[in-house]
């Protein structure tokens, strides 16, 4: 990897990173532990659907691909997509996976977690979005 992609990654990984020290997290979703409850969470718009695995990258919208998140997450998401575009675009990355972290029986991820590959060895941009 050249001298620029790294210094793009570094900058890349800094930007999206977020330090539990400086930012505790305060939402609590622990209770949304029923398909009940999480209907009537996104009924109150207190939840909203976002897909795991983007369509920008193939992604469906079915129920496995489906997890249920806070306002402004999905925002999140949406500049790490475009950020992986990018590094897409620039050879930079070619293999990617997304998938949820969860705590105890919430139907609501914690995080969601994002690995990147370059010929099948783990890239050096890996996000996660913290949510709870």
């Not at 009924?43 to 920008?56: K, Q, R, S």
């Not at 402004?72 to 790490?80: D, V």
């Not at 995080?111 to 996000?127: A, C, L, M, R």
């Amino acid at each position: 990897m050249s001298e620029k992609e790294n210094v793009m990654i570094k900058f890349l990984t800094k930007m999206f990173h977020k330090s539990k020290k400086t930012e505790p997290v305060a939402l609590d979703f622990s209770h949304i532990d029923s398909k009940d409850k999480l209907a009537a969470a996104v009924a109150a718009e207190t939840l909203f659907p976002i897909l795991l695995f983007p369509e920008a990258f193939g992604g469906e919208a079915i129920e496995v691909n489906t997890v249920y998140v806070p306002a402004g997450i999905a925002e999140t998401q949406h500049k790490i997509i475009g950020t992986l575009l990018r590094l897409i675009e620039e050879g930079m990355v070619d293999g990617l996976k997304a998938y949820p972290e969860n705590k105890g029986d919430s139907l609501v991820p914690c995080k969601i977690h994002i690995q990147t590959s370059k010929d099948g060895v783990q890239g050096q941009f890996n996000p996660s979005i913290e949510i709870w």
